[in-house]
Structure formats: structure tokens, C-alpha cells
Nanobody, 118 residues
Framework: VQLVESGGGLAQPGGSLRLSCAAS????????MSWVRQAPGKGLEWVAG????????GYGDSVKGRCTISRDNARNMVYLQINTVKPEDTALYYC????????????WGKGTLVTVIS
């Protein structure tokens, strides 16, 4: 299993970012996928998840209404669009493969850093 995140960087409050995750080494289209994040000095926080066939999608309370998770199974890609970013969105964002339903993760990438500065 290989998960490679990209798209992080600097953003200003109110701006937007789109994170990407390239999945390989497994049949990504058969698995739910999640995004999780870790802010400086804090634990892992589940951000969003999407079922294998996209019929189920969920978001963490802290990003609900501001994030959109999507996937392109033909390209083995998963995306996270973050709108109206806030300083508290500053974190290392990881793409994760789920065992079953999203949120039950068993593999992670190395992460992409998002820093929101005013």
C-alpha cells in the first residue's frame, strides 16, 4: 500500500486548498478512504471519509460545511477540498486507507502540511 499526499502549503484565512492523494499497491477502488490530520502538539483528528463507491461520505464536526471529499477511482485518486480555511486548520494532513467503513484506518501516507497564516 502506498499513499502519497500533495497540495499542502501556505494559505490565508478564508482561502481554499485542494489536497490530493495518489493511491497505489492495492485495489483502491474497493476500499473506503479517509483524510485525517494532526495539528501541532495535538493528536490525530479524523477529517473526512468516503466509501468505495462514493455512496457514503462523512465529515468531522470541525470541517463540516467547509470540506468536500471526492475520489476518482479510474485514477486511484482521492481529494479533499478545504474552503474558508482557518488558522486552526493548520496541520499535517494524511490520506488513509480504511479496513471497512471510513474512519477505520489501517494504512497512512506521509502527509502534506497545511499552514494557515494571516
Amino acid at each position: 500500500v502506498q499513499l502519497v499526499e500533495s497540495g499542502g502549503g501556505l494559505a490565508q484565512p478564508g482561502g481554499s486548498l485542494r489536497l490530493s492523494c495518489a493511491a497505489s499497491g492495492f485495489s483502491a477502488s474497493e476500499y473506503a478512504m479517509s483524510w485525517v490530520r494532526q495539528a501541532p502538539g495535538k493528536g490525530l483528528e479524523w477529517v473526512a471519509g468516503i466509501g468505495a463507491d462514493t455512496s457514503r461520505i462523512g465529515y468531522g464536526d470541525s470541517v463540516k460545511g467547509r470540506c468536500t471529499i471526492s475520489r476518482d477511482n479510474a485514477r486511484n485518486m482521492v481529494y479533499l477540498q478545504i474552503n474558508t480555511v482557518k488558522p486552526e486548520d493548520t496541520a499535517l494532513y494524511y490520506c488513509a486507507k480504511d479496513r471497512g467503513l471510513y474512519g477505520d484506518m489501517d494504512s497512512w501516507g506521509k502527509g502534506t502540511l497545511v499552514t494557515v497564516i494571516s
